[in-house]
């Protein structure tokens, strides 16, 4: 389907009246939505990309020296799992909490490859430039929300547990004739929702997310040096089911590999996530802990050790 995800452009604030019932209308009706006019260097943008690039450019065995394990989210992986489904990709999952990564020493340390000394670097301005934008896209959807800009920002403050993920979907022509027969071919990740509170996703030219409208996927079409936004449960709960974590899935290209990098903007672990109601009576949901919620979904993908945990075990 070519229906499009609505186009937001920024370029004159995120505070504006239009701009705000834009999100409103985009949060309710799609739950995903693009923008442009966001301000971040399209430099930068070149720069993180070709670090990128070089990353999964590294031999396989060299990625898998640096590999995430069960104890540690950070690193190299690429039997990722999405609803006990395995997936057609590779991943670096990096922390994206800046006072975190900037530590001397970590018990969680993000495994930075030395033939790319630069990516670390690189990856930080990248951080700085995405925590910025989700601060301010959070507050206009609080406004868009019918509630004051600051209602979530207690949640977030520089405890937030957001990470970055750099993303390789190789083309069907790459995908191994090995793989599980049983699996549908051509899904780089199955449909899924995020778990945090919004996704700032950049991407190169190569189609391949979909989101799913009223019973039917739509290819979502990115424009030049623009971000592709969603909302994730935390958000949907939050709004009591005013806004919307859309499903979404991304299918493999026939002849080129895609790549892009999900910042997921998550909230502190001590969170408890409960909508934004005076009534408690019209709450849709108990109240969730964000720290249970994430290590739940967190082992889901990691391995296949149950039911990967959705916000619908909350509903009342």
Not at 125 to 147: F, H, Y
Not at 223 to 247: C, H, K, L, P, Y
């Amino acid at each position: 389907m070519t229906l499009q995800i609505p186009n937001i452009d920024i370029s004159n604030g995120l505070d504006t009246p239009e701009v705000i019932e834009r999100l409103q209308d985009a949060c309710e009706g799609w739950g995903f939505f693009q923008i442009t006019g966001h301000g971040i260097d399209i430099e930068l943008r070149q720069k993180f990309f070709s670090a990128m690039t070089a990353f999964f450019d590294l031999p396989k065995a060299k990625k898998l020296q640096l590999s995430r394990s069960e104890h540690n989210y950070w690193g190299y992986y690429d039997k990722e799992l999405t609803k006990n489904k395995l997936d057609s990709k590779e991943i670096f999952d990096i922390d994206a909490n800046l006072c975190r990564l900037g530590k001397l020493r970590s018990d969680h340390p993000v495994p930075w490859p030395n033939e790319i000394p630069q990516l670390q670097t690189i990856v930080i301005d990248w951080l700085q430039a995405c925590e910025k934008l989700s601060q301010n896209l959070v507050a206009a959807i609080c406004v868009a929300m019918g509630q004051a800009s600051n209602t979530l920002s207690p949640f977030f403050g520089n405890q937030h547990s957001s990470f970055l993920r750099f993303n390789y979907y190789p083309s069907l022509a790459e995908i191994s004739p090995s793989r599980d027969k049983s699996e549908q071919p051509g899904l780089g990740i199955h449909p899924h929702t995020d778990a945090g509170a919004i996704t700032v996703l950049a991407q190169d030219d190569v189609a391949g997310l979909q989101v799913k409208k009223e019973d039917t996927w739509h290819t979502v079409y990115p424009a030049e040096n623009s971000f592709i936004i969603n909302i994730g449960d935390m958000m949907q709960v939050w709004s009591n089911d005013r806004f919307t974590a859309a499903e979404h899935r991304v299918l493999a290209s026939v002849n080129q590999s895609r790549l892009s990098a999900p910042y997921f903007y998550n909230p502190s672990y001590a969170t408890i996530c409960s909508p934004l109601v005076s009534d408690e009576q019209s709450s849709h949901y108990k109240p969730i802990s964000w720290n249970e919620f994430r290590n739940g979904r967190a082992a889901g993908d990691y391995a296949d050790q149950g039911e990967e945990i959705q916000i619908s075990r909350f509903r009342k």
